[in-house]
Structure formats: structure tokens, C-alpha cells
């Protein structure tokens, strides 16, 4: 493994290979934290300078096995590069549980169907059923790309992971906030943050990717939004054009001719200024970890997320009768088999889904305009400034 010395006054990662005790190789690489891009570098460049010695058999090298935290640090380089942040963020977590059950040094190829169930039925103890089957699934994910990209991976050992059947789960039916906690919450918004509650409750949209829409995603003409997600299995990026309803085209349209930052691509920038915020101020959104909790208190409603707004749509979708494929569509989930899982999970049974249309715009049109004789004086009222 990489070690950290010092050279030149500066504590840097240096690569190194031992064969019998015995150091053969060395390189030195840049400072930084452990599982950091230098550490990476370096961590690489011992699996390709060993790989290398084999070939050119300057030296009896003997097979070494990887241990956890090598392993680790090879898959979870991929995992980076390769998904999005949350799926990188539940994978570290569970590689620093295995590395801290079994150790840090424990070999790969040591690792058994019994150790393997050893430490997730730790994880099911102390965590729940649901938390060991989501270890297990990233660690077979883990096993098989080691098998598949790292030479000195056991080719020969079946995946223990794999081996340990799924541990039974008590899943609870996801929260989803009444529609009219949903619309108590809505009205306390103003300016960009009503546009935001409106593109989320239309196009059903995760908010990161409402971080990421750019004014090019917004096709006016046409009246469709592009959102962009890396969920594919490459870790390409995934694009697709939804509608945009009259009411979401109306508030999109008017923020276009409000927007403080005329020169900003992104539709949505943070525009508060307060001390945690103030280096943020102009830019697109990172987080937003304590907006609706602040929301939600003001509102005298239960606490929920922006993702549960994602939920709120789709529970309307079903409650109007859609079918599973247009909720699939709107969700833009690859499989319908993922929508059904996913209305279960939300205690909804989609075999009851019958047909209907336009849901958003008719509760929304009905909830904003039936205030007064005059319709536009509540629109007006939801685009004013904050």
C-alpha cells in the first residue's frame, strides 16, 4: 500500500512494491489525504508495476492478494468517476464498514461465504435488514468488477456476497406529504424558490437535477424541459424531454425575464447572502440542506424533502388513474418493473392505476386561480419577487 514520507519538507504518497519483505520498486506522487487522487495515483501505479514485473519476469514475484482496503480504493476510484455523488457517498460507507469488521490489511482472497455472512449479518443487527441487503448489493457489485479489471484479483473464488441470501426487510411505506401541506409550504415561497416548488411538483424532477438545468435545457418553442441524470449503468449521462404545462412554462418564462444574473447559464443560482451562503451567491446550487425544514416549521406542517415532492407527483399521477408506463415515463425510470417497486414502496398498489390527464395543471390552476374573479392576479402573485 501507498505509504505517506516526508521529502523535501513535504509529506508526499510514495508508491512502493516488495516482494518478500523486500522493496523493488518505488515512485514518488503528490501530498494529499488518504483515498485522495494522489493516493489513488499511487495505489494504481503499484497494481500496474507489479502487473508489469510479472510479465516481464525480471523476478520471482509470488501471488500477492489484495486486501480490503486495496480493493476498496480500486473500486470506489471507479464509482467516482463513474455515478453520481449519492451512489459514490452509500458505497464509501460501505466499504469503511468491511474494512473496519474484518480490517483494513484482511486479504481478498481470504474472504469466504461465511465471513461474508459474518459481516452482514453484523450489519443486520446493528443497521436492519434493509441496510445489510443494500451492503450486500454494493458488495457484489464490488466483487465483480475486482474479478472483472484487477489482475491480482482471486479469479477463482466464487462471490461470497453473492452466496448470502437476501435478509428479510420491514420496509415502512416512504413519507408523502398531503397535497395540502405540499400547498401551505408552496405559498410561504416567492421568485425563483415558487418556480423551483412548481418544476419540482410538475416534472416530478430529483433536485439535483434542477441544479444542473441550464437555460438550453428549456426549449420555450416547444414548451419541454430537458433533465439530465447519471443513473445508467456506464455512467453516462441520461437525457430526457418532458413537457412543460402552461402553468410551468408561464413561471419558467417569467423567471427568464426576472433573473438577477442575465450572464448565467444555469436556470436556478443561489441568491442569498448570508455568511454561509455568501460564496455560493450567483452560482448554481450545491445543497439546500436546511431550506424546507425552515419551510416546513413556518408552514405548521410534518417535516419533508424536496425528494418527497417527487413522491407527492407521483402519488397524484396514481390517484388520477395513470397508467404505470406515463408514470414511468414522468419518472423516467428505465423499466416499468422500477415504477411499480417504486409505487409499492410508497404504499401504492399499481395494479389499481386506471387513465387520466394533465393532474399538475388542473389541482394547481385550482388552487391558485379560485382565490378571486381575477386569474391572473394569483400568478402574478406567485412570480413576485422575494
Not at 144 to 158: E, M, R, V
Not at 227 to 254: F, H, I, N, Q
Amino acid at each position: 500500500m501507498p505509504a505517506l514520507c516526508n521529502r523535501r519538507d513535504t509529506l508526499r504518497w510514495k508508491g512502493i512494491v516488495k516482494i518478500d519483505g523486500k522493496q523493488v520498486s518505488s515512485k514518488w506522487f503528490g501530498p494529499g489525504k488518504k483515498g485522495g487522487p494522489e493516493y489513488k495515483k499511487a495505489l494504481v501505479w503499484e497494481m500496474e508495476e507489479r502487473e508489469k514485473l510479472e510479465k516481464e519476469q525480471a523476478l520471482p514475484i509470488p501471488t500477492v492478494s489484495l486486501t480490503v482496503m486495496e480493493w476498496a480504493n480500486a473500486y470506489l476510484g471507479e464509482v467516482q468517476r463513474k455515478r453520481a455523488k449519492a451512489t459514490y457517498d452509500e458505497a464509501r460507507a460501505v466499504y469503511k464498514n468491511l474494512a473496519q469488521n474484518l480490517g483494513a490489511d484482511f486479504p481478498i482472497a481470504e474472504i469466504n461465504a461465511a465471513t461474508a455472512l459474518q459481516h452482514l449479518n453484523l450489519q443486520h443487527d446493528n443497521r436492519s435488514g434493509n441496510a445489510a441487503n443494500k451492503d450486500r448489493k454494493n458488495l457484489m457489485k464490488g466483487w465483480k468488477w475486482g474479478k472483472t479489471y484487477l489482475s491480482s484479483f482471486p479469479k477463482d473464488i466464487p462471490n461470497p456476497f453473492q452466496e448470502v441470501e437476501r435478509f428479510s426487510e420491514d420496509r415502512q411505506p416512504r413519507y408523502i406529504p398531503p397535497e395540502e401541506d405540499f400547498w401551505k409550504v408552496y405559498k410561504l415561497t416567492s421568485g425563483q424558490d415558487k418556480v423551483i416548488m412548481t418544476a419540482l411538483l410538475h416534472l416530478a424532477a430529483r433536485k439535483g437535477e434542477l441544479w444542473r438545468l441550464t437555460w438550453s435545457d428549456v426549449d420555450f418553442s416547444n414548451n419541454q424541459v430537458r433533465l439530465a441524470t447519471r443513473k445508467t449503468r456506464d455512467g453516462s449521462w441520461e437525457y430526457s424531454w418532458l413537457p412543460m404545462t402552461k402553468t410551468l412554462r408561464e413561471a419558467v418564462l417569467w423567471w427568464w425575464n426576472e433573473r438577477p444574473f442575465k450572464d448565467s447559464e444555469y436556470v436556478f443560482v443561489c441568491l442569498e447572502k448570508t455568511p454561509f451562503c455568501e460564496q455560493y451567491y450567483g452560482k448554481p446550487f450545491q445543497k439546500r440542506t436546511q431550506y424546507m425544514r425552515r419551510l416546513c416549521k413556518k408552514a405548521g406542517v410534518k417535516r419533508f424533502g424536496f425528494h418527497a415532492i417527487r413522491h407527492l407527483s407521483a402519488r397524484m399521477l396514481y390517484e388520477a388513474g395513470e397508467t404505470v408506463m406515463n408514470i414511468q415515463a414522468i419518472l423516467r425510470h428505465a423499466s416499468p418493473n422500477t415504477t411499480e417497486r417504486y409505487l409499492r414502496r410508497l404504499g401504492l398498489d399499481p395494479n389499481k392505476l386506471k387513465s387520466a390527464v394533465n393532474v399538475f395543471e388542473d389541482r394547481q390552476r385550482k388552487d391558485e386561480l379560485s382565490l378571486g374573479p381575477q386569474k391572473r392576479k394569483a400568478f402574478e402573485a406567485m412570480t413576485s419577487k422575494a
